[in-house]
């Protein structure tokens, strides 16, 4: 069976958009309004020559980021089983929040999957500079994309490469 790649973050980051960009379908739902995606929704992702299996996920709400307890973290650890990698992604205009903080923390300390840290909505200017925030998360360079624009594939497969 293909590696599986899971996407992770709050709602509203871009999840969706970044799983179809993978799929070359348009599977999930993708909305502005946050959360929109109620189901895991998996499809088989193709990116250059590397193959794996993409889950999307549901945004992770913010109040329960809080604590990191109960129903999120049960999800995401459930997200996690038997996953070669996670993308946490983050949203490079938005700027990061507290809620960010608190997963990137607890991502860090999981330390069973490895996690390939993504700047979202990093196309222009503004983008590339409110990308430079996400290296303060401790997980690494950031690959800045651009789900809407497909920008940062090349990076994107540079950081799963020696991982899958
Ligand atoms: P999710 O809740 O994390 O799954 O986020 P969605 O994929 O539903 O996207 C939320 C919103 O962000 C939608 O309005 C998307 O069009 C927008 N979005 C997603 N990717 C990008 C991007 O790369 N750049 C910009 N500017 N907007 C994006
Ligand atoms: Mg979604």
Redesign the pocket.
Known sequence: PLPAVV?L?????????????LIGKRL??????????RDRREGEAQLFDLKFRIV?T??LEEAEAESLSGRMRAQTEAALEGAAAALF?V???AGLTEGDRHFARWLRQQGRVPIVLVA?????VV?TEGAMEAYALGLGDPVL?????G?GLADLFEALQPIL
């Open positions: 996407i973050g709050r709602p509203n980051v871009g999840k969706s958009t970044l799983f179809n960009r999930a739902l993708v909305d502005d309004q946050p959360g929109v995606t999307d549901a945004g992604v949203d490079a205009r979202n909505k990093a196309e222009g983008g994309f651009s789900a809407e624009h920008e």
